[in-house]
């Protein structure tokens, strides 16, 4: 045997590495097109996000007085910093189209149904958080763009019948959208969203495996 | 649905997956070829696209028109349908109801068939609800008119010096003069007379912080006469102008700070070789807005002489012509020499230019005030050499009136003379 074979034994007794191989890698699944790609090119690019938005925190300040200078000079002062910034910000339109193309392909082949219906509940979760990132993230550049949407979206709930301006004072923390608007939605996109995400993401895959990809229905289905 | 449709269900998935391939390769392999191509396509859309510059956030400027992002765009529209009273059903219900019954599909929606065929009533209302999406979404970018003229931007700290001295240039020169100086205030209604003093010196440069510069300007000193210029204030400047005119006065008055080369070179008054006609646009223009247009724009106090554009330079003004091509003793030459003639006084009032760039207005007059470079090259160019068989014809033609020209009108002769060889 030799040294590379006794260390994978040695960690196989262990961690069990066949077993994953065999139930996650070497599973069978049933015939299926190219639609069926867009589950794992979501979590591609939510990685992506994830990757190119720790970067981004190395520089950008949550702060009204900094925020706007602080993209600028990602923009013009780190090397490679319009690159990062750049995939991030169509990584968060490209997140949203997949997601949304990934959402309409189990409803159209039905696979939200028996046996899979908790996937689709944490499906619509992930799609759902998703938009919350896109919605939180819009503001974080703190330029003209990003403040007068986010006034214009969070005056939005505030039209609810009774708990409506609540809803408002608790986006913005406040009457007006402040320092403490973007510190929350800073929290809200780099800390919150992301966990909710990576966990749910966690349970979907976990379901996928399990229960297997669907099969694309034919007509007796 | 049940047990007996369960069983066959599961049945049948466990026989296509029999039949199926394996998760690895072959389907990771199909699903790591979309994730390569989404990376390129990301790669080539943040090199190629990139991120469009916006300005810094404005909470005064109530001017800009809000735009969601293009996926809240379908939102943005459907609420246009529900004014007034209406508006919540827009806010909260419809989205409400939608969000509700995505979670409760699988509940709501109690077919067990999953053939296209026999769900046609599922598949219609997803379709309509996409089509209405994606209809909406294309209305709302249509119909949203587009942003009101955008404020300049600067990217880089040169792009901002630059920028602050243009807003200087139009905006504080005719009070604190073209570099800062100060003196005495001439021609600005309100203020005649006044004194200032410079702004340019250590004084206020080493105890002025960038924040205090930025307040002065936004907020003005009304007390003393200075009105605020911030757009929150009621003046002209958004954020990010205050600010480039705050690192011009920083980089350019400031001896502790450096500023950078390549913004010295832009402030460098343009060259001029030793035979070359000074056109308009490559180096009038350049000194007109940096010492004369705070005054001579609309809306100021200056006989009607503008000098915005060529054309403005060249006729504007109560006095016209104020520049007559090849006549030194043009009212703009005859100014900046400062006499005090019919036109005007000196100019600009407060201190004179200096010699060298007043050399360069009386060599683009005396030029043929050119107005672009090209024209200029022309003027300069020496005259073509006589071709071999030269005609001579003597240029002079007098016309004598033989009688006393009488008209209301203006008279006018065209002469037109073809020399055939």
């Known amino acids: ?48 996000q994830g990757v190119t938005g720790i970067f981004l925190t190395v520089y950008y300040v949550p702060s009204p007085d900094h925020a706007y200078d602080s993209i600028q000079y990602i923009m013009n002062g ?26 309409l392909r189990t409803f159209y082949l039905a696979a939200y149904k028996y046996p899979r219906e908790v996937t689709w509940l944490t499906g619509v979760v992930l799609f759902l958080a998703t938009l919350s990132m896109g919605f939180t993230g819009y503001l974080l550049p703190w330029n003209q763009r990003a403040y007068w949407a986010t006034t214009v979206g969070t005056e ?14 608790v986006l913005r923390g406040g009457a007006d959208l402040s320092a403490v608007t973007l510190a929350r939605f800073f929290s809200v996109h780099i800390w919150f969203l992301p966990a909710i995400i990576a966990a749910t993401i966690g349970i979907h895959i976990y379901l996928v495996i399990r229960l297997g990809i669907s099969s694309i229905p034919d007509k007796d289905d | 649905m049940n047990q007996e449709f369960k069983q066959k269900y599961l049945d049948k998935y466990y026989k296509a997956k029999q039949k199926g391939v394996k998760f690895f390769p072959d389907i990771i392999y199909k699903d790591m070829i979309v994730s390569f191509g989404l990376f390129l396509l990301l790669l080539g859309l943040a090199t190629f696209v990139g991120v469009a510059n ?48 995505l979670f409760l599909l699988p509940f709501v929606d109690r077919n067990p068939y999953r053939h296209w065929s026999k769900r046609k009533v ?45 807003t200087y240039s139009i905006q504080c020169v005719e009070c604190h003069g073209a570099d800062g100086e100060g003196g005495e205030i001439i021609g600005v209604e309100g203020l005649e007379g006044v004194v200032l003093k ?7 440069m080493y105890t002025f912080t960038d ?42 008055w400031d001896d502790r700070a450096e500023l950078p080369p390549e913004a010295e070179q832009r402030a460098a008054p343009p060259a001029l070789a030793e035979n070359e006609v000074p056109s308009y646009e490559v ?36 006095h016209a012509p104020n520049v007559v091509a090849g006549d030194l003793g043009s009212n703009l030459i005859r100014m900046l020499h400062r006499e005090e003639i019919e036109a005007g006084g000196p100019m600009p009032p407060t201190r004179a230019l200096k010699p060298e760039l007043i050399a360069i207005f009386e060599r683009w007059v005396l030029g043929g005030a050119p107005e672009t470079a090209e024209q200029a090259a022309q003027l300069a160019a020496p005259a073509l050499p006589p071709p071999a068989e030269t005609l001579q014809v003597s240029p002079v033609i007098t016309i004598t009136l033989t009688a006393p020209v009488t008209s209301p009108l203006p008279v006018t002769a065209t002469l037109t003379v073809t020399v055939t060889p």
């Open chain 2, 54 to 101: 916006e300005p810094k956030a404005d909470p005064s400027d109530s001017s800009y028109i809000p735009r969601p992002e293009w996926y809240f765009l379908f939102l943005f529209q459907m609420l246009k349908y529900f004014p007034g009273n209406l508006e919540w059903i827009g806010t909260t219900v419809i989205p409400g109801v939608a969000v509700l019954l």
């Open chain 1, 1 to 48: 045997m030799s040294t590379a074979q006794k260390v994978y034994t040695w960690l196989d007794e262990r961690l069990g590495l066949t077993g994953i191989y065999n139930v996650v890698l070497d599973r069978k699944v049933p015939k299926v097109n190219w639609w069926f790609t867009l589950g794992s090119a979501s979590l591609f690019l939510f990685v992506m």
């Open chain 1, 78 to 103: 780190v090397s490679f910093g319009w690159l990062i910034r750049g995939i991030h910000h169509w990584g968060a339109t490209l997140m949203v189209v997949v997601v949304s193309i990934h959402m």
């Open chain 2, 211 to 252: 924040e205090t510069l930025y307040n002065v300007v936004n907020f003005g000193q009304p007390a003393q006469g200075m009105p605020p210029f911030g757009k929150a204030y009621g003046g002209e400047l958004g954020p990010g102008e205050i600010e480039a005119l705050v690192a011009f006065m920083r980089y350019t």
């Open chain 2, 198 to 204: 410079p702004i340019n010196d250590q004084d206020v």
């Open chain 2, 122 to 166: 599922a598949i219609s209302v997803m379709s309509v609800v996409v089509a209405g999406i994606v209809g909406l979404t294309m209305l709302a970018a249509v119909t949203t008119p587009p942003q009101t003229e955008a404020a300049p931007l600067a990217t880089s700290l040169s792009e901002q010096i630059a920028l602050g001295q243009d």
């Open chain 2, 283 to 318: 180096h009038i223009a350049p000194l007109v807005k940096r010492y004369c247009i705070s005054c001579h724009r609309p809306g100021k106090k200056n006989n009607n002489y503008l000098m915005q554009s060529y054309a403005e330079v060249m006729t504007s003004g109560d």
């Open chain 1, 156 to 169: 939005i709930p505030g039209t609810a019948p009774l708990i409506g301006p609540l809803v408002t004072r």
